[in-house]
């Protein structure tokens, strides 16, 4: 290994480079160039204790959103759910973990589900940790097999219309802080667009159907897959010892994603996760939830899928749906927490463009957004 290798990055990925093809290599150029430019990598992860043992990594708000990270210290190993959107997340996370956490090894890595902000760091754990376990459900494998590369692709020619927009946009502004905002969300745009160019995902080696049970000598650690509701292979990761869920982005402190997502099983898969005793909630997006909000997210898709469908067969289009079932028709969304705690959640931990965003803004668009692509898995008729 050449001795300007050494140092930083080396400390941090452990034999990354000493095995490293040279498209490994190439692909960690940028995150290199970056480490040497500035002494540290930036803090992408707020880390926060849950019980002896399990630590969430909070994402801190980023243009291109990283998923969250929850970390299970084995007695001689650690095991870490969702790997976020890109390589050089996983190489911040690890090294943060280092800092504060624990310094034993990495021996399990589980992928939540296929989408790209949860499984696109794969292939830096494959690399940090090249005997660990990757694990996920057999669909999650075979969605990250078949989609990946295609979506990340596709994704390509958004971002660099992105990267103009918000140049045009920060030339444009009219006080500082705008200006700003604007020029963040393009560096941001631009240091992903350049990591992720020669991007190679990494499949699973591990997979379940249903369940798998890691027997610790410091606790237990349950894998399940309860039906399907954010994608077709969602994972929990829960510890009956310590009374944590991990669930990835079948339960989260945002609004649910519900674009590849299953509508109308969603809320019986949630109902099936309550089965577990947890107290704590660590989910791939927003803050760590008490398990009230397992009902409460699970009461409001159904509520949503109930008016959507009402509205369909009553022969309305998506877009009149969009206007109808607004925030303050929803019974789930003003009364009870869910409403406000996800409004609170997506200002505070979301990469919002610069304006005027309130909890009423919020909520707006996050319904909205809902309805249309409740709207849409309805008439796929899955
Ligand atoms: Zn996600």
Redesign the pocket.
Known sequence: MAATRRGFLSGVLGPVFTGASIIDQALFRAVRARAQASPALPELFDIEKLAEGVWSAIAKPQTL?N?NAVIFENARDLLIMDTHSKPSAVASLVRQIRARVSDKPVKYVVASHF?W??SQGLPAYRRIAPNADLLASETTRKLIDRETVPRLKASFETLRASVDDYKRKAAAAKTTAEKDGWERMRRETGDYLREMENFQPELPNVTIERDLIIHDKNHDIHLAFRGRGHTGGDVVVYCPQKKVVATG?LLHGFFP?IGDGFPLEWPRTLLHVAEFDFEKIAG??GGVSPRERVHQMGNYIEEVTELVSRGRRAGKTQAQLETEIAPSKLRTVTDGGYGPSTAAAILKLRRLPPGDHTVDSVLADGVKTNVGHIFAALGKNV
């Open positions: 959103i998923s989408h902000d949860h982005d994603f791939g997006h």
